[in-house]
Nanobody, 121 residues
Framework: VQLQASGGGLVEAGGSLRLSCTAS????????VAWFRQTPGKEREAIGC????????SYSDSVQGRFTISRDNAKKTAYLQMDSLRPEDTAVYYC???????????????WGKGTLVTVSS
């Protein structure tokens, strides 16, 4: 089983990026997918999740209104659309999946390698 977050890069403050999360060996369309981020010296922060049907999403206060999580189950891919980016959004972003999770605060069993997002001021 392997999850992979991709799409990171360098963007100016106020700009946008879209990250993708894909899985191999895992029917991602049945799983809740969450997004996390981490910067050196700080704890990993959960920023949001989307349940398997795509109907329910939830976000942390730090990204609410700026970030949007979606999924395309036909492509077995989840997305993190990041708008109005700020320098403090700079981090390695990870996606995670779990069959039984319902919120971004729950336990996630499967984790992918992260992708670096750098927001310049």
């Amino acid at each position: 089983v392997q999850l992979q977050a991709s799409g990171g890069g360098l963007v100016e403050a106020g700009g946008s990026l879209r990250l993708s999360c894909t899985a191999s060996g895992l029917p991602l369309d049945y799983y809740t997918v969450a997004w996390f981020r981490q910067t050196p010296g700080k704890e990993r922060e959960a920023i949001g999740c989307i349940r398997s049907t795509g109907v329910y999403t939830s976000y942390s206060d730090s990204v609410q209104g700026r970030f949007t999580i979606s999924r395309d189950n036909a492509k077995k891919t989840a997305y993190l659309q990041m708008d109005s980016l700020r320098p403090e959004d700079t981090a390695v972003y990870y996606c995670a999946a779990d069959l039984y999770a319902s919120t971004y605060g729950d336990w996630y069993n499967y984790w992918g390698k992260g992708t670096l997002v750098t927001v310049s001021s």
